[in-house]
Structures are given as structure tokens and as C-alpha cells.
């Protein structure tokens, strides 16, 4: 079993920055290839970032390559997602997830956070 417990949401200014950090515990994050996906009102959730165990590998959606930036820190057990350049578009709820491989987060995530509020205003 893992928990996964996201913090960092907030309200902020177009153009602004945010940096969402997930705490993972029980079996160790290393296990996993880690995922921050979201959900805006009305519309599915979708996979944002990715991020392989090792940290190797990394996905980005289309719509936040250049602007997101996510990393892992193994041995605290942590999963951030860096945000510049926020946009109104990018207001949703942001969660964690955890997967046994990065080919997979996609669509089998094993694990999930509990989610938290990006609102970013124009």
C-alpha cells in the first residue's frame, strides 16, 4: 500500500508560479513511476506529467511542455511538479498518482492522492 498526499494548491495570477509537492509513504515512491494528472469541472481527468522510478524518463502533456516541470526526490520519498507560466486553462485539481510502470500511469494508476486546488485567475 502507498498514501500519497499532495500540497501546494492555491489561487494564483495568470503568469504566475506554483509548486505542488506529494508526499508518498509506505512502500517506497522508488517503486513507482509517479504521475500528476488533473481535472477541471465538466472535463475528464488527464494525465499532465510523468516521471519514470528512476527519474529517467519523463512525459509532459502538449499542453504544459516548457511551462511544468516535474521531478522526484527518491529519498524523501517526494514527487513535485513546478508550474511557471500558469494560465486560467490550467485551474483544476491537480492529484498524484502512482503506477508500477511510466508505460502504464496512464491508464492503471495503482495509487492515488486525495487532490489539490490550482485555481489561477486572469
Known amino acids: 500500500q502507498v498514501q500519497l498526499v499532495e500540497s501546494g494548491g492555491g489561487l494564483v495570477q495568470a503568469g504566475g508560479s506554483l509548486r505542488l509537492s506529494c508526499a508518498a509513504s509506505g512502500r517506497t515512491s522508488s517503486d513507482y513511476a509517479m504521475g500528476w494528472f488533473r481535472q477541471a469541472p465538466g472535463k475528464e481527468r488527464e494525465l499532465v506529467a510523468a516521471i519514470s522510478r528512476g527519474g529517467g524518463n519523463l512525459h509532459y502533456a502538449d499542453s504544459v511542455k516548457g511551462r511544468f516541470t516535474i521531478s522526484r526526490a527518491n529519498a524523501k520519498n517526494t514527487v513535485s511538479l513546478q508550474m511557471n507560466s500558469l494560465r486560467p486553462e490550467d485551474t483544476a485539481v491537480y492529484y498524484c498518482?502512482?503506477?508500477?510502470?511510466?508505460?502504464?500511469?496512464?491508464?492503471?494508476?495503482?495509487?492515488w492522492g486525495q487532490g489539490t486546488q490550482v485555481t489561477v485567475s486572469s
Open positions: 498518482a502512482a503506477a508500477s510502470a511510466l508505460a502504464v500511469i496512464r491508464t492503471s494508476p495503482n495509487y
